[in-house]
């Protein structure tokens, strides 16, 4: 990871535009090729950001951050305070509160919940940047990433997407479609996810767990 604190002023040029006026802010490089910019204070999420994958290209006094969509993140520096470079490892991944993992098991096991006619492929679907909650087939035999959240925010919307954008890279399950299931989902996420194409589910906990679960019958 590589993290630089310099007085910088930046532009989001894409689908919308967004602009921040000059001042010092932390950019933040991830391995995956994502980059964000923070401020001192207001959220603990991004004011901007781009995210993988992206390519950025480094100029004198300059970034330039863009994505295959052709959008682009400018970066314009005054002036560089740090800059460091951090190896930080393999991360074990989050480990989900007990809501959180039950959702995935009831919904795993109904499945049916999502649509008529859809199956369940895998668990813990395995990825190289972490495993998708669910990985299902609808009822048209097309491979839909299922993303699994107590409370849905814009972080689980763009978790999703990365997943997608990797997962589609495989032509042996691509198209992978994707839908965001949580227990509440917040209005700034709908909005984002739906602009991405991901569909949205509002999960019922009480309603899952009082479905009769038909694993091991026999008849």
Same mark, same amino acid.
């Given at each position: 990871?590589?993290?630089?604190?310099?007085?910088? @002023?930046?532009?989001?040029?894409?689908?919308?535009?967004?602009? +921040?006026?000059?001042?010092?802010?932390?950019?933040?490089?991830?391995?995956?090729?994502?980059?964000?910019?923070?401020?001192?204070?207001?959220?603990?999420?991004?004011?901007?950001?781009?995210?993988?994958?992206?390519?950025?290209?480094?100029?004198?006094?300059?970034?330039?951050?863009?994505?295959?969509?052709?959008?682009?993140?400018?970066?314009?520096?005054?002036?560089?305070?740090?800059?460091?470079?951090?190896?930080?490892?393999?991360?074990?991944?989050?480990?989900?509160?007990?809501?959180?993992?039950?959702?995935?098991?009831?919904?795993?096991?109904?499945?049916?919940?999502?649509?008529?006619?859809?199956?369940?492929?895998?668990?813990?679907?395995?990825?190289?940047?972490?495993?998708?909650?669910?990985?299902?087939?609808?009822?048209?035999?097309?491979?839909?990433?299922?993303?699994?959240?107590?409370?849905?925010?814009?972080?689980? *919307?763009? @978790?999703?997407?990365?997943?997608?954008?990797?997962?589609?890279?495989?032509?042996?399950?691509?198209? *992978?479609?994707?839908?965001?299931?949580?227990? @509440?989902?917040?209005?700034?996420?709908?909005?984002?996810?739906?602009?991405?194409?991901?569909?949205?589910?509002?999960?019922?906990?009480?309603? +899952?767990?009082?479905?009769?679960?038909?694993?091991?019958?026999?008849?």
């Amino acid at each position: 990871m590589r993290l630089v604190i310099a007085r910088c @002023q930046v532009d989001y040029v894409g689908r919308l535009t967004a602009h +921040l006026p000059m001042a010092q802010r932390l950019l933040m490089v991830k391995a995956d090729g994502s980059v964000l910019v923070h401020s001192d204070g207001g959220s603990y999420k991004p004011l901007n950001w781009m995210s993988p994958p992206c390519w950025l290209t480094e100029e004198e006094g300059l970034w330039t951050v863009q994505n295959k969509g052709g959008e682009k993140l400018i970066i314009s520096i005054e002036e560089v305070q740090h800059d460091s470079k951090h190896e930080l490892g393999v991360d074990p991944g989050l480990i989900k509160d007990g809501v959180e993992a039950h959702l995935q098991e009831l919904l795993a096991e109904h499945v049916i919940t999502l649509g008529e006619g859809w199956t369940l492929v895998r668990r813990e679907f395995p990825t190289a940047i972490g495993p998708v909650d669910l990985m299902c087939r609808d009822s048209d035999g097309i491979s839909v990433a299922v993303e699994i959240k107590r409370r849905g925010e814009i972080d689980g *919307v763009e @978790q999703l997407t990365r997943y997608l954008e990797l997962l589609n890279r495989d032509p042996l399950l691509a198209p *992978v479609k994707g839908v965001f299931a949580a227990q @509440q989902i917040k209005p700034q996420a709908r909005t984002l996810a739906e602009d991405r194409g991901i569909r949205c589910v509002v999960l019922d906990y009480d309603a +899952l767990r009082g479905m009769e679960s038909d694993e091991f019958r026999l008849f």
